[in-house]
């Protein structure tokens, strides 16, 4: 299918991190997924509107009312990993987050693809209980996108999460790789060519991480970022408070 008007929504995996360009600007699998489809297409126009932390229920309100004027063809919704990390998270609560993201998304584009999340809790600082929290935001996901007509981008079974140079330094953001990787899931997904090394398996090993670095990543990665989420609840900030989309409107790729 020719799509001419690409939407991505979402939180901080939408925008890019950790996939980091030179001018300081995050690239990320919705860049390249346009890239892609932008091909051969002179109408084509993409516009990004994700927002590091946001969680499911902002999406739905912050940037799903945008598709009214931007009128996509194609939208693209990653979302709910910040709702596993809040505080007082319920799965209940989780359900009915993913099933009005998806009902909203789905009715006002043709063509909608979620996603579920790969089991990254073994990278994460108590990851025993997000495990479960992670099956149960993908059940979610899996039964909305079945009951609302949405394609799904199902990569909980990618053996890829264990390979390190997939992510970038705090071990859950996708790195370039990773973001490639995921793009060409979305792709395939949607039945569209795309260079199939994204898909491949990397050459060799990951190096395995040594108790320095083990310690590094816990000093510089892991406590700062549960510092800042503690002193935002305190205060009643959200993580991405005062961050913008990157692409609000629908452009032509460069």
Partial sequence: MRYERFVALGD????????LQPDGVYRG???FTASVLAQGNPRFGYANLGVRGRRLDQITVEQIPSLESLRPDLVALFGGGNDLMSGGYSAAVLARRVDAAVRAATSAAPVVAVFTLSDISRRMPFGWRMGPRIEALNDAVRTS???YGAVLVDVWADQAVHDSRYFGPDRLHLSTLG??????HLLSALDEPFPSSWLSPLPGQAAPASLADHVSWLRTQV???AYTRVR???????PGDGFTPKRPELLPLQ
């Fill in 12 to 19: 901080s995996c939408t925008e890019g991190l950790d996939d």
């Fill in 29 to 31: 699998w919705a860049d």
């Fill in 179 to 184: 973001h490639l990787r995921l793009a060409g």
């Fill in 145 to 147: 996108a079945a009951r």
């Fill in 232 to 238: 935002n609840r305190l205060i009643g900030r959200s």
């Fill in 223 to 225: 406590l700062p970022v």
